[in-house]
């Protein structure tokens, strides 16, 4: 079985996927996770988005690896530092290079070849599980999303200003949507769903109805 969740940031797909992973008892992969930590890795070595050559080298000294929804870079787990705002700030600009997309895909297609999985990100529907048995596009409103992103950030220790935080959201969405190489996009047999006025639970079992409608 393979399940694609795909939408803007903060509509809810990493909390989604995961309960819905754990209740059907299969592989969870945050692909979001994968262009965060590429990420870090550029920032931390300053290499800019602005040069391939440094970038192409840096992606064959990357070893990737998730274990158990912790993920490992060169087996340093930076599960935590990819959260940062310095990195949230940044990925949507690395995202966009082709070569780092074209690697993380290549990787993310291998990891579902051989099981039962359910993977979140952008891109999923439309380039990754093309052939997916089921496909989900989350939304919500800006400002949802910015209060569900306010309450994560607060809860994990950081301060940040709710306009600013709307207006970030609202320029991630823009780079991610706009860039030419597999942008978020719902596919065109992805169903829909607006999760503005609804709670966390409903979600999930909306989904689980639609798996076990197939
Ligand atoms: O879901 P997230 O906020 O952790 O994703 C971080 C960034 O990675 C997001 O700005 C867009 C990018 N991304 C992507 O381009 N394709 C994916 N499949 C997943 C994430």
Redesign the pocket.
């Known amino acids: 079985m393979k399940i694609a969740i795909d939408g803007p940031?903060g509509s809810g797909?990493?909390t989604i996927a995961k309960q819905i992973a754990k209740n059907l008892n299969i592989t969870y992969i945050?692909?979001?996770?994968?262009?965060?930590a590429i990420t870090l890795y550029c920032l931390n070595n300053k290499i800019s988005e602005n040069n391939l050559e440094m970038i192409e080298n840096a992606l064959k000294n990357i070893d990737l690896e998730f274990i158990n929804n912790v993920i490992f870079i060169n087996k340093v787990d930076v599960s935590s530092e990819i959260r940062s705002p310095l990195v949230?700030n940044n990925?949507?600009n690395y995202?966009k290079i082709v070569i780092i997309?074209e690697f993380l895909q290549k990787k993310q297609k291998m990891i579902a070849e051989s099981q039962s999985i359910i993977m979140?990100?952008?891109?999923?529907g439309t380039v990754?599980l093309k052939d997916a048995d089921i496909k989900i596009f989350l939304t919500a409103s800006v400002e949802e999303r910015a209060r569900r992103r306010l309450k994560d950030l607060s809860n994990e220790g950081y301060d940040v200003d709710k306009n600013l935080l709307t207006e970030e959201i609202r320029r991630?969405d823009e780079?991610?949507s706009t860039r030419t190489h597999?942008p978020?996009k719902k596919a065109k047999d992805a169903i829909e769903i607006d999760t503005s006025n609804m709670t966390i639970e409903e979600v999930i079992s909306t989904i689980e109805d639609i798996i076990r409608r197939g």
Request: aromatic residues 4%; glycine residues 8%.
């Open positions: 940031a797909k990493s945050d692909t979001g996770a994968m262009y965060r949230t990925v949507s995202a997309r979140d990100g952008r891109d999923i990754v991630r780079i991610d597999s978020l």
